[in-house]
Antibody
Framework: QIHLVQSGAEVKKPGASVKVSCRAS????????ISWVRQAPGQGLEWMGL????????NYAQKFQGRVTITTDTSTSTAYMELRSLTSDDTAVYYC???????????WGQGTLVTVSS | DIQMTQSPSTLSASVGDTVTITCRAS??????LAWYQQKPGKAPNVLIY???SLESGVPSRFSGSGSGTEFTLTISSLQPDDFATYYC????????FGQGTKVEIK
């Protein structure tokens, strides 16, 4: 069975950074990508970026360019999303999701709530 | 980035109704359009991919159509389990979601 398990909830101060992890199991990690999607309270889904695990290449939504970094550790089948210069607008649930390049997003992590508050 | 405009934002309907949700893209994305259902507190689940392909295990009352920049999700004979929020997603160039449509009980 395929599972993506994310790290726990975080509380950060404005201006800080957060790094969320996502450990994949049940499939060969390097055969798919990992996208990150966030959802602010009561709001819609927002795609943030993608990493192609086999070569580490990344693409980011224009909105997050320069502020987000997605990486992987293939030895532990874990993806990471770091978001810097946090503001209250970054308070959201952050999801990792398997991205199969040209197919819809299928397996999602359980979500990680990041709260930014002074 | 490709922009996705979804309408309506809220839809009130009764069990047994047929409902339609529309999604418009800022440029042609055919056929790389998917639809997801999300329930409160849960991650989304894919219903339709490649405009009209039904994901395995999804009931046949869900259907998708469209081309170019305009796409629709139709739910025939709405069931109690279908009251949820629905999102379109383009995956022709990276990814973008529509704003969502909440289907609520009339």
């Amino acid at each position: 069975q395929i599972h993506l398990v994310q790290s726990g909830a975080e509380v950060k101060k404005p201006g800080a950074s957060v790094k969320v992890s996502c450990r994949a199991s049940g499939y060969i990690f390097t055969t798919s990508g990992i996208s990150w999607v966030r959802q602010a309270p009561g709001q819609g889904l927002e795609w943030m970026g993608l990493i192609r695990v086999y070569n580490g290449n990344t693409n980011y939504a224009q909105k997050f360019q320069g502020r987000v970094t997605i990486t992987t550790d293939t030895s532990t089948s874990t993806a990471y999303m770091e978001l810097r210069s946090l503001t209250s607008d970054d308070t959201a649930v952050y999801y990792c999701v398997r991205d199969r390049y040209g197919l819809p997003l299928d397996y999602w992590g359980q979500g990680t709530l990041v709260t930014v508050s002074s | 980035d490709i922009q996705m405009t979804q309408s309506p934002s809220t839809l009130s309907a009764s069990v047994g109704d047929t409902v339609t949700i529309t999604c418009r893209a800022s440029q042609s994305i055919s056929p790389w359009l998917a639809w997801y259902q999300q329930k409160p507190g849960k991650a989304p689940n894919v219903l339709i991919y490649k405009t009209s392909s039904l994901e395995s295990g999804v009931p046949s009352r869900f259907s998708g159509s469209g081309s170019g920049t305009e796409f629709t999700l139709t739910i025939s004979s709405l069931q109690p389990d279908d009251f949820a929020t629905y999102y379109c997603q383009q995956y022709k160039t990276l990814s973008t979601f529509g704003q969502g449509t909440k289907v609520e009980i009339k």
